[in-house]
């Protein structure tokens, strides 16, 4: 590997250009963020590059290795398992002890990682990474010195496999929990760990697989909230439950910024933000994620919250009643703590049974018009929603900030069964998001049985249907329409995606209902998903 190319420009040697052009070579490979087909692993580049010339070789290394899923990269780069084009050993569970030149190499590249996710679908089933792992964590060496993020989650009886890629330059901490009440020390252990261990901890993740126990009962509630209450940097905390003190512990620290927890109790709540305190937690937090037991609780957090939030998730076990919800709704537009919110997210946890007879109208949302900053509607109910083209023109009227408007999306349906049956219809939809040009995600409640006078549905007229004129960003749309309509969406099946596609042309890609789902008994959902180009 050569010092310099001498053909290369010069403009190359300068670091922030080359890291620029590095910048764009890497590919973000999450499923759902880019379309299948156009996602190639920038290994190969980044590698290529790397072996280009010393100039080149310290930040390919760097973007090469700076985010891994398991632990097999390093066991591959020193030799203790193949290549993956070879076939690996049967299962053995023995332990692995690598040499000194091993732990050598693994040490010059280790160095580079800053993010690594560890699951159980990384342990391989052979038990090697999980022998490495466990012959790592009998050492004093840190095994990625440098992590910034950690994602695990595998069964709590091997969490003391993580102690090797505890460092004090984690930043982010991601854990989902398995298997709690089996081996809960282990778990217990690892909390306890976490402040000395990361005194850089900024943001903390803690999920949960369904458990016997409720959320403010979990036993690992209290090693947690102690482990919280050490943690000095915290700007982000995703938990299942906290205990008061270490919420009031949160509430004091100028760093936070974004709390998910289960909301505390209206009594708890009235002791935290009923006090002289109260008026100085939670100073900076602008994002809220709550889980509801009691829809009381919510009336009290609302009444107290201290300061302005600029998002607002609501999870609720109980069903959403429409006189609560529109009280709710005059709650949040009274108060200027509530005034700037951009984001509101109102939903039901998948417990809750499906209530085709309980019918939320826009007289129950109205409120939310006051709120002028809203740019995401998300209100994702078990109930049936009754929404008609005249208020969605009160809203585009009432809300223009709106990037995206989600109604029903998971379960619900938007019902023809309220006291005056609507549906709103195809040249509707378009009209609607015509009037929002930044509008873009979209999920409503259809009736295709206009489509055929709305529209010529023969194959060739379609064709020859020219793009619709528009300056919509609209990049994804959900629609979903009455079970007995299927036999239309049946009978103009391939139709529908040159319609659609005319219809929206700005779409980098449209899979006109690709998936059917029955959601509702008189309610079926074609998902109509473009790949985002964002």
Not at 306 to 313: E, F, G, I, V, Y
Request: charged fraction near 20%.
């Amino acid at each position: 590997m050569s010092s310099v190319n001498p053909t290369m420009h010069r403009a190359l040697l300068i670091p922030e250009i080359l890291s620029n052009i590095i910048s764009y070579i890497i590919v973000d490979e999450r499923p759902g963020v880019w379309p299948a087909e156009y996602v190639t692993s920038s290994a190969l580049t980044l590698f290529a590059l790397a072996l280009t010339c010393r100039a080149f070789s310290e930040q390919a290394l760097d973007a090469l290795w700076n985010n891994f899923k398991g632990v097999e990269p390093f066991m591959r780069c020193a030799g203790i398992i193949p290549a993956p084009k070879k076939r690996l050993q049967k299962d053995k569970d023995y332990p692995i002890i690598p040499t000194e030149a091993q732990l050598a190499i693994i040490a010059r590249y280790g160095y580079r990682v800053r993010s690594l996710e560890v699951g159980m679908n990384y342990l391989r089933r052979d038990n090697l990474a999980q022998s490495f792992l466990r012959t790592i964590s009998g050492s004093s060496r840190i095994l990625v010195p440098n992590l910034q993020s950690l994602e695990i989650g595998f069964p709590c009886r091997l969490l003391h496999l993580v102690f090797p890629l505890l460092g004090p330059r984690l930043q982010h901490f991601f854990i989902s929990i398995r298997d709690y009440e089996i081996d809960r020390q282990q778990l217990h252990t690892v909390f306890q760990c976490l402040p000395s261990y990361c005194p850089s901890l900024e943001s903390l993740t803690v999920l949960k697989f369904h458990h016997p126990f409720h959320e403010g009962d979990a036993p690992f509630v209290l090693p947690l909230s102690h482990a919280i209450q050490k943690m000095p940097k915290l700007r982000a905390v995703t938990v299942p439950a906290i205990t008061k003190d270490a919420l009031v512990y949160l509430g004091g620290l100028s760093s936070l910024t974004d709390i998910s927890s289960h909301l505390p109790t209206g009594s708890d709540l009235e002791d935290i933000l009923g006090s002289s305190r109260g008026p100085f937690l939670f100073e900076n937090v602008d994002s809220v994620d709550w889980e509801i037991k009691e829809w009381r609780d919510v009336e009290v957090f609302t009444r107290l919250w201290p300061h302005k939030l600029t998002s607002m998730t609501l999870r609720s076990e109980a069903k959403f009643d429409p006189s609560l919800l529109q009280v709710l709704c005059d709650s949040l537009h009274v108060r200027e703590a509530f005034r700037n919110l951009q984001c509101i997210c109102l939903s039901e946890l998948v417990p809750c049974r499906l209530s085709p007879s309980i019918i939320i109208t826009i007289d129950t949302i109205r409120p939310l018009f006051y709120l002028s900053q809203l740019r995401v509607v998300d209100i994702d109910t078990r109930s049936c929603m009754s929404i008609g083209a005249n208020d969605l023109v009160e809203m585009a009227e009432a809300w223009h900030r709106l990037e995206v408007l989600l109604l029903n999306k998971t379960d619900g349906s938007m019902s023809g069964a309220a006291p005056m049956p609507q549906w709103v219809t195809v040249p509707e939809v378009v009209r609607f998001v015509e009037l929002y040009p930044t509008l873009k995600e979209l999920c409503i409640g259809i009736t295709l049985c206009t489509v055929d006078d709305d529209y010529d549905m023969d194959q060739a007229s379609l064709r020859a249907l020219g793009p619709r004129n528009s300056d919509s960003r609209l990049e994804a749309l959900t629609l979903k329409y009455p079970r007995d309509e299927e036999y239309i969406r049946k009978t103009y099946s391939s139709d529908f995606g040159i319609l659609f596609s005319k219809l929206f042309p700005r779409m980098n890609r449209l899979h006109p209902f690709q998936v059917l789902q029955i959601l509702h008994p008189d309610s079926i959902k074609p998902h109509i998903q473009p790949y985002s180009n964002s």
